[in-house]
């Protein structure tokens, strides 16, 4: 079964996926702006690479959203 781009719009109209989408766009925005200094150069890294993981995914999740928005019929 195809995905349109009728059923992507649809479903980005749905009052769950938009508060789903708000929710992930404010998540990376604070993780954006979140202070990783921590007590140790090993900690800082850490707390620092999982900052950027996460704002890497969040924002991989909302650019598929969008490629498939573009790429369906």
């Known amino acids: ?3 349109t781009k ?7 109209s749905n009052p769950v996926t938009i508060a789903i989408f ?4 404010e998540a990376r ?3 954006l702006e979140r202070q990783t200094l921590m007590l140790t150069a090993d900690e800082t890294a850490m ?8 704002v890497e995914g969040v924002s991989a999740l909302l650019d598929a959203y ?3 928005l573009e790429e369906a019929d």
């Open 1 to 3: 079964m195809a995905v």
């Open 6 to 12: 009728a059923d992507l719009q649809d479903w980005n």
């Open 22 to 25: 708000k929710e992930l766009k």
């Open 29 to 31: 925005q604070e993780a």
């Open 47 to 54: 707390a620092t690479a999982k900052n950027v993981g996460f």
């Open 66 to 68: 969008e490629y498939a």
